[in-house]
T-cell receptor
Framework: GNSVTQMEGPVTLSEEAFLTINCTYT??????LFWYVQYPGEGLQLLLK?????DKGSNKGFEATYRKETTSFHLEKGSVQVSDSAVYFC???????????????FGQGTILTVHP | DTGVSQNPRHKITKRGQNVTFRCDPI?????LYWYRQTLGQGPEFLTY????????KSRLLSDRFSAERPKGSFSTLEIQRTEQGDSAMYLC??????????????FGQGTRLTVV
């Protein structure tokens, strides 16, 4: 079946540190890959996405590259801020015939805490 | 548009009681999803509607769970004869199927159910 595995957390960093959160996936076919973020007291929201191999998604200084050869979609940010403290979820959705099935399969989430 | 709205935000119920949750999606979105999230885990897919048609149900969804989306607008999720294991956050999401890959889902803030 389809699955997403994220690095075990939580992750605690100082402000301006470099962030990597690892994500690997197993899927039939060629999925689209996503990072969703959940800030305290808020709902899940899309952070970035990539829809084909070697695509790089980016937003708010975060980046992730779709690596088909390693089935990975690791999230990175060069300099984190206190406001980046949140729970980060890697997810995939399957595609067929150029359209999306829409249903998301999520990893277990990684809690990031950034200290001043 | 204020996004995806879920009501109630919190529900405490006694074991064996029935509960119903409501989700109002973004108005032009034709797809609606229900997910369940327990502490420390990522959301797990429960069921999915395209307009008013329920197209997929997870094997996680026992016979005690039923969902509807009359007229393809709001949706309700009912749990009959609740059990303590039903305690979780129930998330609703909606999206617009444009016939492309990488479709973004918009999530509500969820309904937290506690069964005592």
């Amino acid at each position: 079946g389809n699955s997403v595995t994220q690095m075990e957390g939580p992750v605690t960093l100082s402000e301006e540190a470099f962030l990597t959160i690892n994500c690997t996936y197993t899927a039939t076919g060629y999925p689209s890959l996503f990072w969703y973020v959940q800030y305290p007291g808020e709902g899940l929201q899309l952070l970035l996405k990539a829809t084909k191999a070697d695509d790089k998604g980016s937003n708010k200084g975060f980046e992730a590259t779709y690596r088909k050869e390693t089935t990975s979609f690791h999230l990175e940010k060069g300099s984190v801020q206190v406001s980046d403290s949140a729970v980060y979820f890697c997810a995939l959705s399957l595609n067929a015939g150029g359209t999306s099935y829409g249903k998301l399969t999520f990893g277990q989430g990684t809690i990031l805490t950034v200290h001043p | 548009d204020t996004g995806v709205s879920q009501n109630p935000r919190h529900k405490i119920t006694k074991r064996g009681q029935n509960v119903t949750f409501r989700c109002d999606p973004i108005s032009e979105h034709n797809r609606l999803y229900w997910y369940r999230q327990t502490l420390g885990q990522g959301p797990e897919f429960l069921t999915y509607f395209q307009n008013e048609a329920q197209l997929e149900k997870s094997r996680l969804l026992s016979d005690r769970f039923s969902a509807e989306r009359p007229k393809g607008s709001f949706s309700t999720l009912e749990i009959q004869r609740t059990e303590q294991g039903d305690s979780a956050m129930y998330l609703c999401a909606s999206s617009l199927d444009r016939g492309r890959v990488g479709e973004e889902a918009f999530f509500g803030q969820g309904t937290r159910l506690t069964v005592v």
